[in-house]
C-alpha cells in the first residue's frame, strides 16, 4: 500500500536525520568529550543508514546482499552499545572515585550473568527463519538487547544512590537506551514464536526508535539542570559516607 510504504521510508530516514542533529548538537556543545562512546554509536548509525540505503537501491535491493552488510552492521552497533552503557556506568561512579572499582566489578559480574541468561534464552529459542543469516542476525539481536536491558535495569535499580537527577544528559541517554533495547527484546519474542509479523515488528522497532531518537534530542538540546539535593543532610548508609570512608583508608 502506498501509505505503508511512505510510512515506513520515513521511520527509516527520518531518524537518522534527527541523529545528524545530535550529532551538531555533541559537536557544538563539545559533548562527544563527556559521551565518546554516544557521539559514535550516532556516527556509526547514520554511516550504516547511508549503507544500506544505497544497497537497497542498488541492484541487491533487500536479498541477501543487504542481510549481509545488515548483520556486520547489527554486531558493530551492538558493541558500540555496550561501550554506551560501560561508559554511563562511568559518568555515575565518577562522582565517587573510591567506588570506581566497585562499580567495575559490579559491571563485570552482570554482564557474566546475563551473558549466560542471553545464551540459554537464545539456544532454547525455536528456530522459525528458513535464511540461516537472518535467523543468526535476529539470534544476535536478542542476545544484545538482553544483555542491554539487563544492564540499564541495573543502573536504572541504583541511579537514586549516585543522586542522578532525571533532568541529566546521562538519564536522558540511559532512558532512550533502555526503552530501545526492551522493545527490541519483546518484538523479537513476539516475532519468534509468531504472535507478530515480521512487517509489525519492524514498524514497531522503527517507530519506538525515532522516539528515542527525540528523548536524545530533548535532552540533549536543554541545559542540564543542576540537583538541589543537599547531600550532607542524607542518611549514614549513603555512598557519600562510603566514599569518604574509603578514601581514609586508602590514605592510610
Known sequence: MPFLRALWYYLWIAPHALQAIIVF??????????????????????????ILF???????????????FYSAGLAVS????????????GQFFQRYPSLSGSGRMFLRCSVVVLLLVAVGLTMSAPGTDTNFLLHTTYALDRTASILQAGLLVSLFLFSRY?????????????????????VDLATSAMRLYGLISGRTSDFISMGVYHACILI??????VNE???????????????????????HLIQR
Open 25 to 50: 548538537l555533541m559537536i557544538r556543545r563539545r559533548w562527544y568529550r563527556q559521551f565518546p562512546m554516544f557521539f559514535l554509536y550516532n556516527c556509526g548509525e547514520i554511516v550504516q543508514f547511508a
Open 54 to 68: 544505497g544497497v537497497s537501491i542498488s541492484a541487491f535491493h533487500f536479498g541477501v546482499g543487504y542481510f549481509r
Open 78 to 89: 551492538a558493541a558500540i552499545r555496550f561501550g554506551v552503557i560501560h561508559e554511563l556506568f
Open 162 to 182: 549516585f543522586a542522578l537527577s532525571w533532568r541529566s544528559q546521562a538519564f536522558g541517554i540511559a532512558l532512550g537506551m533502555g526503552i530501545l533495547a526492551s
Open 216 to 221: 536524545w534530542m530533548f535532552y540533549l538540546s
Open 225 to 247: 539542570r543542576k540537583s538541589q539535593r543537599v547531600l550532607n543532610a542524607l542518611p549514614e548508609h549513603d555512598l557519600d559516607i562510603w566514599n569518604r570512608e574509603l578514601q
